[in-house]
């Protein structure tokens, strides 16, 4: 069979080609020679055709469609290949395995796990030229801050980042750097954080004078979200927990969406303790003329603005859940 010098092709003709390709094939390329991956370094960064995934969690790296590559620790039973297969991620070697399922495993000393993860996830960025992450999550149980430090090394944007926990010692300083101007706006899709900051937190760089672009954002503890924070929110989806709004907050995002703010808004979702529940009148009150109903304890209007857009906002759970959705 004839070799076909795909490299060797003009650059529009050689983008059509690899356009056609799925991200199996590209990545079959970019194993072939150092060329092959400069080339495609290029390739990539324009068309972002690989997805990848670093779950510090379970401890992988997934290129979505492709392959995922578990990190584990060393031990005396682990599994090898016949041939004792070794891969490098930057500039670490290590024992390799694949599993029925073509996954490969990595095996690393004992308490390598993160920095196996982390070398793993970093050869990737370099070597597929990613300049966004799909997804990024940490757990209670990961030093968050070191992640954060490697995710700032890797220069790259995220379209998900989960933050499940960290330690109630490290939280505060985990809090002023996720919850800024600057790390809120590498984010594209979802944010969700179930961090829990000391009581009397308040971010220093996070200023709700920038529009907040991100699809959805769901914090499971935002005693310190403001209203002035809520009105920077350009998202689709709010959800908040434990939340210490005011009604004249909820009153005057739903004010600016009815005059034509907010475009991608769908949803907003407000949980607040007993001794700050909402009252239903004064959220409404000049917002529409239209008739309350009230359902299984639950109070619901709905109204429209001037593009046609209908909106219904309800109060329920003895008035500390507020929701606001577009019909």
């Known amino acids: 069979m004839d070799k076909f010098p795909i490299l060797s092709l003009p650059a529009v003709p050689l983008r059509q080609v690899l356009g056609g390709l799925c991200p199996i094939d590209l990545f079959e390329l970019l ?20 997805k990848v995934g670093v779950d510090f969690q379970r401890n992988w790296v997934e290129i979505k469609g492709v392959c995922k590559f578990y990190v584990k620790e060393e031990d005396n039973n682990m599994k090898m290949d016949k041939e004792n297969k070794k891969r490098t991620f930057c ?9 029925e399922a073509k996954a490969t495993n990595t095996y690393w000393p004992a308490g390598e796990k993160l920095e196996g993860t ?19 999550l940490i757990s209670a149980e990961n030093p968050a801050a070191e992640c954060l430090s490697w995710l700032e090394n890797c220069n790259v944007r995220l379209e998900n980042f989960n933050l499940v926990g960290a330690e109630p010692s490290h939280a505060d300083n985990l809090a ?13 899709v979802n944010f969700t954080s179930l961090l829990e900051p000391s009581e009397g937190w308040r971010p220093i760089n996070f200023s709700g004078d920038m529009p ?45 969406w009815k005059s034509g703010a907010y475009p991608k808004f769908l949803y907003l979702s407000v949980h607040v303790e007993e001794a700050n529940k909402f009252n239903f009148n004064s959220i409404v009150n000049g917002l529409t003329d239209n008739k309350p109903t009230v359902v299984d304890n639950t109070t619901s209007v709905e109204f429209q603005r001037e593009d046609g857009d209908s909106i219904e906002i309800c109060l329920g759970n003895g008035g500390k859940h507020f929701t606001a959705f577009i019909n």
């Open 91 to 99: 500039d670490r070697e290590v024992p390799i395995s694949t599993d």
């Open 31 to 50: 194993q072939c020679s150092s060329r092959t991956k400069e080339v495609l370094k290029s390739f990539e960064k324009a068309n972002k055709t690989f």
């Open 118 to 136: 982390m070398n793993v996830g970093q050869n990737f960025v370099k070597t597929l030229g990613v300049g966004q992450l799909d997804q990024i």
């Open 212 to 256: 907040i672009n991100v699809f959805k954002i769901h914090l499971q503890h935002s005693q310190w979200f403001t209203g002035k924070q809520l009105m920077a929110m350009n998202c689709s989806s709010i959800i908040l927990y434990h939340s210490t709004l005011k009604n004249e907050d909820i009153k005057k995002y739903l004010e600016a």
């Open 176 to 188: 002023t750097a996720i919850f800024s101007d600057d790390f809120l706006s590498k984010v594209s």
